[in-house]
């Protein structure tokens, strides 16, 4: 594991494959945006011979980051797969975006793989955000290491960013997180840094100098190995201590030097098990330089340390109706279960899905079944259908190399899966199954959109559909109340690159439009109006006349119609129609324009004629009646409360509270949530958290989630309610 002898790289320009789940190891890239995942894929994939030295592949583009939206924002906003060869072994790594608004992403890329490597820069740290993705996989008891980037950068110190890992997360044991190599300098530039030139092995005490731009293996002088022996005891006792031989430790205690390949295999196993996480290091390769340095040493942790396919246990099946099915087991040769990771639309191609196979073999042209998991809430349709699969490959930068199968424990791209979306279920079509879903966070942050033109509105439902199919994280709304169309994602980043995946990928251009929350209005005190509806201009007339009364009634309790007509003032085949005309007066609201509700309408008396009265008469007499009512009273506005329940670390209770208090909220109690976080449970009107997913991660620094459920409508404060119908009037 770095410290071994030789290295074993794959060979360029052909796809890697894999003939057994022994020979795979499928590694996600964990970090905050900046942290130099991308650049460390890169550099892994150039000392693996899949690039050149440019860090390119055969048709010029780069392994990762090819994506156009990608290169405009100089960043990562969507999970990408590099293949690679190592020492024998198929490495699947996936580079995620470190981006908050794009966790999607890096959830799916966490249930692809089997082991993770946290990428934390030297300059930057490691932030909240991160934090809480480690405890998400030591929760699951996924294998970790930890990367630290941008040892070039100025005040880079490796030996302190090991200590605030260790401290970050090495929770009660901080002796589980402890450098593997050390960092050797070349000398001081003319700014007083010195660059990383090489590194040495901590437990072969060897030294891996990368100067020369490839990887040389020599003696330590004489002046190093004083340098590295506090930390190569500290980290002999770390490997010791997570021994399943228990003598290990009392030999070491009482002098005995413990062969080195003891060691190497401890390790291996502890890392794999997930109960030690090594800290290594990475920095730039020189210009023309064909290994990064550090490169060759992950590599090596990743095919020796890491699991393989096989070690890990699959998400539980159920068939599509529930009945719960044993756990799938990894084997080429047992029944197909896979899931779609990740989809995209290829403008030659069509949908591709990023498959990770649990079980079977995965070959092309055959029929599978596709179980989605029904989320119709999102704007996803529920699906449950057979499907022929197209070509098979193997994705690298912009290129797809064809693949003859996908074995368990493998990922692929799958074409043609038209119906196929993100986190279904592909499984024998005689014996279809359905995957537990993994989490999801849920979109919070608004965008009302319309088509920009009738040319858009015709291709706006499709290219919608295909953008939330690909996307599980965004949910698209036709709310019934605003009639607007709503698409909810997760950040202003990612509702950028939504817009911009409409209008470049999909050719739809479409007008963002301010959201609308759905107000209500009610009676203030009770009221009295007359409807009066009598024309006559020659031949058949109208009449109607109608007096009501209106009283407010409880919170939720609707429209209440009572008929008190005595003497028969009113036909009877009427009063029917008097209702309909109030009710559909009430639809249309009586002061600003929203629905009115939480009334009770008496019909007291009213007027008709034998020749010229009508169902249609009595209707618009019923709703002037409304109207003139509505005229003499104080109607109040209702705005909609949301129920928030806000989690965040204990440092930040105090300013989301205040933050709440500023948005008209109510804080309603506060409970632990776990080790240094709190639940903060809130009634905040939704007028005022419009854009809470964004504000909430600025006062928390990204640490803050918060899921929100409607509580009721309830009056809005006069002056607000005053402002909204002067803006109202003018935009009459």
Same mark, same amino acid.
């Given at each position: 594991?770095?410290?071994?002898?030789?290295?074993?790289?794959?060979?360029?320009?052909?796809?890697?494959?894999?003939?057994?789940?022994?020979?795979?190891?499928?590694?996600?890239?964990?970090?905050?945006?900046?942290?130099?995942?991308?650049?460390?894929?890169?550099?892994? /994939?150039?000392? &693996?011979?899949? !690039?050149?030295? *440019?860090?390119?592949?055969? $048709? =010029?583009? +780069?392994?990762?980051?090819? #994506? @156009?939206?990608?290169?405009?924002?100089?960043?990562?906003?969507?999970?990408?797969?590099?293949?690679?060869?190592?020492?024998?072994?198929?490495?699947?790594?996936?580079?995620?975006?470190?981006?908050?608004?794009?966790?999607?992403?890096?959830?799916?890329?966490?249930?692809? /793989?089997?082991? &993770?490597?946290? !990428?934390?820069? *030297?300059?930057?740290?490691? $932030? =909240?955000? +991160?934090?809480?993705?480690? #405890? @998400?996989?030591?929760?699951?008891?996924?294998?970790?290491?930890?990367?630290?980037?941008?040892?070039?950068?100025?005040?880079?110190?490796?030996?302190?960013?090991?200590?605030?890992?260790?401290?970050?997360?090495?929770?009660?044991?901080?002796?589980?997180?402890?450098?593997?190599?050390?960092?050797?300098?070349?000398?001081?530039?003319?700014?007083?840094?010195?660059?990383?030139?090489?590194?040495?092995?901590?437990?072969?005490?060897?030294?891996?100098?990368?100067?020369?731009?490839?990887?040389?293996?020599?003696?330590?002088?004489?002046?190093?190995?004083?340098?590295?022996?506090?930390?190569?005891?500290?980290?002999?006792?770390?490997?010791?201590?997570?021994?399943?031989?228990?003598?290990?430790?009392?030999?070491?205690?009482?002098?005995?030097?413990?062969?080195?390949?003891?060691?190497?295999?401890?390790?291996?196993?502890?890392?794999?098990?997930?109960?030690?996480?090594?800290?290594?290091?990475?920095?730039?390769?020189?210009?023309?330089?064909?290994?990064?340095?550090?490169?060759?040493?992950?590599?090596?942790?990743?095919?020796?340390?890491?699991?393989?396919?096989?070690?890990?246990?699959?998400?539980?099946?159920?068939?599509?109706?529930?009945?719960?099915?044993?756990?799938?087991?990894?084997?080429?040769?047992?029944?197909?279960?896979?899931?779609?990771?990740?989809?995209?639309?290829?403008?030659?191609?069509?949908?591709?899905?990023?498959?990770?196979?649990?079980?079977?073999?995965?070959?092309?042209?055959?029929?599978?079944?596709?179980?989605?998991?029904?989320?119709?809430?999102?704007?996803?349709?529920?699906?449950?259908?057979?499907?022929?699969?197209?070509?098979?490959?193997?994705?690298?930068?912009?290129?797809?190399?064809?693949?003859?199968?996908?074995?368990?424990?493998?990922?692929?791209?799958?074409?043609?899966?038209?119906?196929?979306?993100?986190?279904?279920?592909?499984?024998?079509?005689?014996?279809?199954?359905?995957?537990?879903?993994?989490?999801?966070?849920?979109?919070?942050?608004?965008?009302?959109?319309?088509?920009?033109?009738?040319?858009?509105?015709?291709?706006?439902?499709?290219?919608?559909?295909?953008?939330?199919?690909?996307?599980?994280?965004?949910?698209?709304?036709?709310?019934?109340?605003?009639?607007?169309?709503?698409?909810?994602?997760?950040?202003?980043?990612?509702?950028?690159?939504?817009?911009?995946?409409?209008?470049?990928?999909?050719?739809?251009?479409?007008?963002?439009?301010?959201?609308?929350?759905?107000?209500?209005?009610?009676?203030?005190?009770?009221?009295?109006?007359?409807?009066?509806?009598?024309?006559?201009?020659?031949?058949?007339?109208?009449?109607?006349?109608?007096?009501?009364?209106?009283?407010?009634?409880?919170?939720?309790?609707?429209?209440?119609?009572?008929?008190?007509?005595?003497?028969?003032?009113?036909?009877?085949?009427?009063?029917?129609?008097?209702?309909?005309?109030?009710?559909?007066?009430?639809?249309?609201?009586?002061?600003?324009?929203?629905?009115?509700?939480?009334?009770?309408?008496?019909?007291?008396?009213?007027?008709?004629?034998?020749?010229?009265?009508?169902?249609?008469?009595?209707?618009?007499?019923?709703?002037?009646?409304?109207?003139?009512?509505?005229?003499?009273?104080?109607?109040?506005?209702?705005?909609?409360?949301?129920?928030?329940?806000?989690?965040?670390?204990?440092?930040?209770?105090?300013?989301?509270?205040?933050?709440?208090?500023?948005?008209?909220?109510?804080?309603?109690?506060?409970?632990?949530?776990?080790?240094?976080?709190?639940?903060?449970?809130?009634?905040?009107?939704?007028?005022?958290?419009?854009?809470?997913?964004?504000?909430?991660?600025?006062?928390?620094?990204?640490?803050?989630?918060?899921?929100?459920?409607?509580?009721?409508?309830?009056?809005?404060?006069?002056?607000?309610?005053?402002?909204?119908?002067?803006?109202?009037?003018?935009?009459?």
């Amino acid at each position: 594991m770095g410290d071994k002898a030789s290295a074993h790289p794959g060979a360029a320009g052909r796809a890697a494959t894999a003939d057994h789940p022994s020979s795979v190891r499928n590694v996600v890239l964990v970090g905050h945006s900046g942290s130099g995942k991308t650049t460390l894929v890169e550099a892994l /994939a150039l000392t &693996a011979g899949a !690039v050149n030295r *440019a860090g390119r592949v055969e $048709d =010029g583009g +780069t392994v990762s980051d090819y #994506d @156009e939206i990608e290169h405009r924002q100089q960043r990562s906003v969507q999970l990408s797969l590099v293949p690679v060869e190592w020492a024998g072994c198929k490495i699947n790594i996936l580079d995620t975006p470190g981006y908050a608004d794009f966790v999607g992403e890096l959830r799916a890329g966490l249930r692809a /793989a089997d082991a &993770a490597l946290f !990428v934390v820069s *030297a300059s930057d740290g490691v $932030d =909240g955000a +991160t934090r809480m993705v480690w #405890d @998400e996989c030591a929760a699951v008891g996924m294998p970790r290491a930890i990367v630290v980037t941008h040892l070039e950068a100025a005040r880079a110190d490796f030996a302190e960013m090991t200590r605030v890992c260790a401290q970050a997360f090495g929770g009660d044991d901080p002796d589980a997180v402890l450098p593997l190599y050390l960092p050797l300098h070349g000398p001081e530039g003319r700014d007083g840094h010195a660059p990383v030139t090489g590194l040495i092995g901590l437990l072969s005490q060897r030294v891996f100098d990368y100067a020369s731009g490839e990887r040389k293996e020599a003696e330590p002088g004489p002046e190093q190995l004083p340098l590295v022996e506090e930390a190569r005891n500290r980290l002999i006792e770390g490997i010791i201590a997570e021994s399943e031989d228990e003598t290990l430790m009392d030999r070491y205690l009482g002098g005995e030097e413990i062969d080195v390949k003891t060691l190497i295999d401890d390790l291996e196993r502890a890392v794999a098990r997930g109960t030690f996480h090594p800290v290594l290091a990475a920095a730039p390769a020189a210009e023309g330089a064909r290994q990064g340095i550090g490169t060759v040493e992950l590599l090596e942790l990743v095919t020796g340390g890491f699991p393989t396919p096989l070690e890990r246990t699959a998400p539980d099946v159920t068939t599509p109706q529930g009945s719960a099915r044993p756990t799938p087991v990894c084997a080429p040769d047992g029944p197909l279960v896979a899931e779609v990771i990740k989809t995209s639309s290829d403008p030659y191609v069509g949908r591709v899905s990023l498959v990770r196979v649990f079980s079977g073999t995965l070959h092309p042209d055959e029929t599978v079944h596709v179980s989605g998991h029904g989320m119709t809430d999102r704007g996803h349709e529920d699906h449950d259908v057979d499907e022929r699969i197209g070509a098979l490959s193997s994705p690298f930068g912009k290129q797809q190399r064809t693949l003859a199968s996908c074995i368990a424990g493998d990922i692929a791209c799958v074409a043609k899966l038209t119906r196929a979306e993100t986190g279904d279920t592909l499984s024998g079509k005689d014996d279809p199954l359905l995957m537990a879903p993994w989490a999801m966070p849920d979109p919070l942050l608004p965008l009302a959109i319309q088509a920009h033109s009738k040319a858009d509105e015709d291709k706006l439902s499709q290219g919608l559909s295909r953008l939330v199919a690909e996307d599980p994280t965004m949910r698209l709304e036709q709310n019934p109340h605003t009639h607007q169309l709503v698409l909810w994602c997760l950040g202003e980043a990612h509702k950028d690159v939504a817009l911009e995946r409409l209008r470049s990928r999909y050719g739809v251009q479409v007008d963002v439009v301010p959201h609308k929350v759905s107000l209500r209005e009610t009676f203030g005190i009770a009221a009295t109006g007359r409807g009066r509806h009598v024309k006559q201009s020659g031949g058949h007339g109208q009449y109607a006349i109608c007096e009501i009364e209106v009283e407010p009634l409880p919170a939720g309790s609707g429209i209440e119609f009572v008929d008190k007509v005595v003497g028969g003032a009113v036909p009877r085949q009427f009063i029917p129609s008097v209702e309909k005309g109030v009710r559909a007066q009430a639809a249309k609201g009586v002061a600003a324009g929203y629905p009115l509700v939480d009334v009770r309408i008496t019909l007291l008396d009213g007027k008709a004629h034998s020749v010229d009265s009508s169902d249609a008469a009595f209707q618009t007499a019923g709703a002037l009646a409304l109207r003139e009512a509505a005229a003499d009273a104080r109607i109040h506005l209702l705005e909609p409360v949301a129920e928030l329940q806000v989690l965040v670390p204990d440092d930040y209770v105090g300013p989301v509270m205040s933050d709440l208090s500023g948005r008209r909220g109510r804080v309603v109690g506060t409970e632990q949530a776990g080790p240094g976080r709190t639940l903060v449970r809130a009634e905040v009107p939704e007028i005022e958290i419009g854009r809470y997913a964004v504000d909430l991660r600025s006062v928390s620094h990204g640490t803050g989630r918060f899921d929100r459920s409607y509580a009721r409508h309830e009056p809005m404060p006069p002056q607000l309610a005053d402002k909204i119908r002067e803006s109202l009037e003018k935009t009459a």
